[in-house]
């Protein structure tokens, strides 16, 4: 994270603080991810649709002020990160995701949580591809939400010299505003790029 990002989140941290004035209300960050936060319980009823299993650690600061870091199982940033549109492989929206579990290991995930715990079985779709998996879990999307190779813009495609192998499939929300291609994955050696134009 820049010096700039990382200005800009604390100063955008600092004016959802200012906000929370309600008794009760408090923000809530998702650990290993300080980019999704939201006022409780929010973030906390979008990661348990998905199937995380989420522990809210509640916090009160010398400060005064009261916040909620949320852990999840698996790794929810490590998950969401792993089908991002440039990843090569399987991609999906994060929404389309939802965590399938063993059932003895999410036993033992609720058994040994640290902190107050929710989880609620998520509706798994029935024709699913997975796009990540653990230890006693899978994150899987509706086969229809799911692209098998790495999705980019267009123009950024062309400027790193991919292999485009045509427009991502119509199911996929914004594919057509954001101009998404399927690329094979693997850049176009340099010598064979085409040169990029001069500036005008």
Known sequence: MTRRSKRTLEQRLGELEGQVTTEG???ETLAGDALMYADEPALTDYLVSLG????????VHSTGHEDVMVHTTPSASDVFHSVRWHSDGPT???DACRI????DRLEAVLATAEH???????EL???SVTVDEGDGWRAIAPAGHVVENMVLRR?????????ILGPVPSRIADADELDLVEVDAVPVPYADRRP???HA
């Open 100 to 103: 399938a579990w063993a059932d």
């Open 92 to 94: 999906t929206p994060h």
């Open 125 to 127: 779709p029935i024709d």
């Open 155 to 163: 123009s950024a495609a062309e400027n790193y010299g991919y292999k």
């Open 196 to 198: 990029t134009p001069p």
């Open 52 to 59: 995380f299993v989420v522990e809210r650690e509640e916090r």
């Open 116 to 122: 107050p715990v929710e989880y609620d079985t998520p």
């Open 25 to 27: 209300d408090r923000l």
